[in-house]
Each structure stands twice: as structure tokens, then as C-alpha cells.
């Protein structure tokens, strides 16, 4: 069955199926692909002077997945990466995938003991990692683990090893004799990545995504831009978050466009320099990260004609970055994507011609083979136009959260993940995301969703960056806070924020405490990070 509009009016939707599942691991993906186009560009990484066509990028694949079996590493291990976007990163994906491997993204922003969580609580027998990045000894937070996890048995660093280090460049071997067979046992419903949630609170949780997972949605992600074997692909974003290394380097590879990764963390100029040395016609990023793009002050010296698609996710997108984005860097076919990693990650996304009101009013439609429902406090579909919990189900869930049995019987519930976020369905459709269930705000009775709030103060013109959180009230039990990013320039103070809100939104909703930042706090991919904005306006008012 299939309707992407809503069934009997009310909150249901079902994607496409005339495009069929691929039905392959990643290892048959990337043969599929170099063996269709062998000397087509495959990855290009300009600050290391790497540029592989496909045959060639399968080749360095294959020596690096012989050298992993050589150490004794095989199917089912555990393999933890941890370093910034480089080549070795890449290539630790599809070689721990060639041999069942399982790949295990790790933060390269965690420090020490997050590291040794990481690493222990799913058993990682190897780990491949840089020196270091930005203000981050990698070296020397992994020697000063005690205890070493026990079934850590291989650490490998990139450049030159270290005491204790193989070095990654090392690790090669060219007898590749024996991995057709190891492949040949591997199954697409066999995990192969285990991403981590951001742990917002407590302890993050291993989300274990699959082959067939992974690679349905890398691939049905980029062919709603339409992507080809002449599409060059721009990835700023980070390669350990499924925005990288699924919808970026695998669904490149799905299509047999050519990857072009601009350096190891995003700088917007090095971003567009890529953008206008290779020509790039698609490009990925958060919202801030176009804003900081366009704000280059040579911005106009930088050719990006070429460009025509992308994706912006991550956060909500205000309509006029949207439309200088179309405007300015010629993304005229731009799309909104939506998901979470436990669902590999879209599940919905805009489509290249859908109307600017779709696109930053919306997260688009429903993706092929999955399933979404909303549902109320009752558990029942709300009707269109009712916000309740966004509920997916199809191809795309995970397995399941690594060792977390309880936690996983909790997440997904005859079938359906519950995304804990809230959502709107309207008649064709789409679907407007309005909060996070545990983000509501509770004052003396009455809900308040942040996200509407947000959005309001995202029309005042001198507003750039809006976060609405509550905090405990004796009086309230939860009261309004604000945090504003204003634009350069920009001198508005708190009390003319509350004059623009009032009368125009209900007196209940208003921001009780407003402050000015240079910057929100926010994940390497863009999501705000309520909890540390709570704790800090707490500790602002003396409340901890």
C-alpha cells in the first residue's frame, strides 16, 4: 500500500514502495558501484592531497580490511574510530565493513571518560584514531585510561605511531585473497554501526544500525536530490554522525557520485573553497553552518553555480536563510531532512521542487518504506492538524539499543519507535515538527511547546538564534526562559523582546528571563543543548 497523504483524515502515512530495498551490504554496495564506474572520482580530501577514483578507493578498502583480518579482527568485532573527517576515517568505514566488522562512532569531541565509556561498554577490541584535533590530545587521553578497557586489543594511530600505536599506515596488507569469503557470509540485517545518541541525560546509549538499514537510506535520501554518477558531493559535516557517513559517504556511494571532504572540521571558507575548486554541485550542513558560509565577507568571490542541491537538517531552518540560500548559492533544489539515528536516520525530507512555505515550514514527506503515525496522550492517531507524538516504523528502525534491553523495549513498541519528538500532520502529508515531549514546558497548568515560541521570536528582525527552555518555579513549577543570538549590529535589549511579544502571543508564554549570547550551545551537528542552557541559567540565578 502506498500513500504519502494521510489515510481516513487522520495522522498515518505510508511511503512509496515502487522503488524496491536494495538488498545488499555496504561491501556489495561499493562493488556494486566501482564496478560501474572504476575510473570515476570517488573521494576527494584536498588538505590531504587524496583524490581516488572508485576502483582505486575499492582497492585501498580492500588492503585495509586483508591488514584488519591479519590483526585478528573479523566478524562481529567491535571496531572504534575516533578522529575528525580524513581519509582514514573513510576508509575504516567500508573496511570494517568488508570483513563484518562493526564499526563504532565515537565523538571527536569526547574527552577522556567519556571516551573509556564509549569504549568499554560495548567491547571494542581496536581502535583506530588521530593524534589530535583542535585542543584534543587524543594520544595522551587514551594512555591515561586506567584501567584499559580488557578487550582492547589494538590501538591504531594515524601518521606516525606512537609508543603502544600501530600506525594506520602500517596496517595495509596486499593479500586481499581472503575477504570475498569473509563477505560472502555477511547479511544485510547484520549490524555494522553502532552510532552514540548525545545523551542528554545520563549515559549515551549505542544505537545499532544495520547494512540494510544504513544503505536504504543512503541511498533513498540522495535520490530525492536526484543524485547521479555526475553529482559531486560538498560534506562539511561530521563523518561520526549518520549526516556524514550515511546520507554523505554512503549515499555518495549509492549512486556513484564523487565525495569532496573540505577539511577536518567545518570552516565555512574552506567549505566554499572546495565548493568552487571541485566544482561541487550539492552541498550538506546545519543552518549555521549556510549563515556562517554567507557571512564570509568575500563571499561573492567564490564560484558556486555549479551548485543546484543539498540538505539542511539538524534545526529548524528560518525562511530567510532558506531563501538566500536558494538565492545566493544557487541551491535552488535544497531539501529539509528529518530523522534520528535510531532510524538510520530520515524519515521524512522535502522534495527539490516543493514550495519554500514545505520547505522551512515543514520536514517534508514521508520517505519510501516507512510508516509514520502520530499519536495522543491516549495512544491513539490524532486527526490531521493535531500535534501529538511522532511514532516510525519500516526498514529504518535499529536493531536496538547495545546491551540496553529494557531501554530498547521502551524505545520501540510493536514495531514503532517513539521518536519523543512532537509533530503536526497536515492534509498533504507533510509533517511540521513543534517540540520535544520532555522540552514542554509546564507553567501553573498550561503546556507550552518552546518550539512555537521560538518561531515567533524568530520574526523579530534583530533576532538571529532563539532557545526557549523552562526551569523549575516554586510558584509556576516551570517558567519561560529565552536565550537570543542577535544579528551583527543589533542593540535590542530584554524589554523590547517582551514589548514585541506582547499581545502577540499569550501572556503565559512569555519569556520570564531573557539573556544575550554570542553563541547557543550546540552538538557537533547543530542541536541545541537544552540541558546545559537549564544548568546555566539556573546558576545564573542562583538556583544551584
Request: aromatic share 8%.
Amino acid at each position: 500500500m502506498t500513500n504519502r497523504r494521510p489515510i481516513g483524515g487522520l495522522s498515518h502515512v505510508v511511503g512509496a514502495t515502487d522503488a524496491p530495498l536494495l538488498d545488499l551490504t555496504i561491501p556489495a554496495l561499493l562493488a556494486q558501484t566501482a564496478s560501474r564506474f572504476p575510473d570515476h572520482e570517488a573521494c576527494i580530501f584536498p588538505k590531504q592531497n587524496i583524490r581516488w577514483t572508485y576502483a582505486e578507493f575499492a582497492r585501498e578498502v580492500d588492503r585495509l580490511a586483508a591488514g584488519f583480518l591479519k590483526l585478528g579482527l573479523g566478524k562481529g568485532d567491535r571496531v572504534g574510530i575516533w578522529s575528525p573527517n580524513r581519509v582514514e576515517w573513510l576508509l575504516t568505514q567500508f573496511a570494517t565493513a568488508r570483513i563484518g566488522a562493526i564499526l563504532v562512532c565515537i565523538n571527536p569531541a569526547y574527552r577522556q571518560s567519556e571516551l573509556a565509556y564509549a569504549l568499554d561498554k560495548v567491547g571494542c577490541a581496536a581502535l583506530v584514531t588521530a593524534q589530535n584535533f583542535k585542543s584534543s590530545d587524543y594520544i595522551a587521553m587514551i594512555r591515561a585510561l586506567d584501567p584499559k578497557p580488557a578487550s582492547l586489543r589494538h590501538l591504531i594511530a594515524m601518521g606516525d605511531a606512537p609508543d603502544g600505536f600501530l600506525a594506520f599506515d602500517d596496517i595495509s596488507d596486499d593479500d586481499t585473497s581472503a575477504l570475498d569469503a569473509v563477505t560472502a557470509t555477511l547479511a544485510p540485517e547484520d549490524v555494522i554501526n553502532i552510532q552514540y545518541t548525545s545523551g542528554t541525560t545520563g549515559h549515551p546509549k549505542g544505537t545499532c544500525l544495520t547494512h540494510r538499514n544504513v544503505v536504504n537510506n543512503a541511498y533513498f535520501t540522495t535520490a530525492t536530490m536526484d543524485f547521479s554518477h555526475t553529482d559531486r558531493l560538498c560534506i562539511p559535516v561530521p563523518f561520526y554522525h549518520c549526516f556524514g557517513m550515511v546520507m554523505g559517504t554512503l549515499g555518495s556511494v549509492a549512486h556513484g557520485a564523487t565525495m569532496v571532504i573540505p577539511g577536518e572540521g567545518f570552516e565555512p571558507r574552506e567549505t566554499l573553497q572546495a565548493v568552487h575548486d571541485e566544482k561541487c554541485t550539492a552541498l550538506y550542513g546545519v543552518p549555521t553552518m549556510f549563515v556562517n558560509e554567507m557571512a564570509l565577507p568575500d563571499f561573492d568571490t567564490f564560484d558556486l553555480s555549479h551548485l543546484r542541491t543539498g540538505i539542511m537538517a539538524g534545526a529548524p531552518c528560518p525562511r530567510e536563510i532558506m531563501k538566500q540560500v536558494q538565492r545566493d548559492m544557487h541551491m535552488t533544489g535544497v531539501t529539509i531532512a528529518y530523522g534520528m539515528t535510531e532510524t538510520s536516520p530520515v524519515s521524512f525530507q522535502s522534495g527539490l521542487d516543493d514550495p519554500l512555505d514545505k520547505r522551512v515550514g515543514t520536514v517534508g514527506r514521508i520517505h519510501p518504506h516507512v510508516e509514520v503515525k502520530i499519536v495522543g496522550e491516549d495512544g491513539q492517531t490524532t486527526p490531521v492538524g493535531t500535534q501529538g507524538e511522532l511514532l516510525t516504523r519500516g526498514y529504518s528502525v535499529m536493531q536496538g539499543y547495545w546491551g540496553e534491553d529494557a531501554k530498547t523495549s521502551s524505545a520501540i513498541r510493536d514495531g514503532w519507535m517513539y521518536t519523543g519528538d512532537l509533530a503536526t500532520m497536515d492534509d498533504e502529508g507533510y509533517v511540521k515538527i513543534t517540540g520535544r515531549v520532555k522540552d514542554m514546558i509546564c507553567r501553573g497548568g498550561e503546556n507550552i511547546f518552546p518550539r512555537e515560541i521560538e518561531e515567533f521570536l524568530f520574526t523579530h528582525p534583530d533576532v538571529a538564534q532563539a532557545q526557549v527552555f523552562g526551569i523549575p518555579d516554586d510558584t509556576y513549577g516551570e517558567v519561560v526562559c529565552a536565550w537570543l543570538v542577535l544579528r551583527d549590529g543589533a542593540s535590542t535589549t530584554a524589554d523590547d523582546i517582551r514589548a514585541f511579544c506582547k499581545g502577540q502571543i499569550a501572556h503565559y508564554k512569555l519569556p520570564l528571563h531573557i539573556r544575550f549570547k554570542d553563541e547557543l550551545p550546540m552538538t557537533v551537528t547543530g542541536k541545541p543543548q537544552k540541558f546545559i542552557m537549564r544548568d546555566a541559567m539556573l546558576a545564573d540565578l542562583g538556583q544551584c
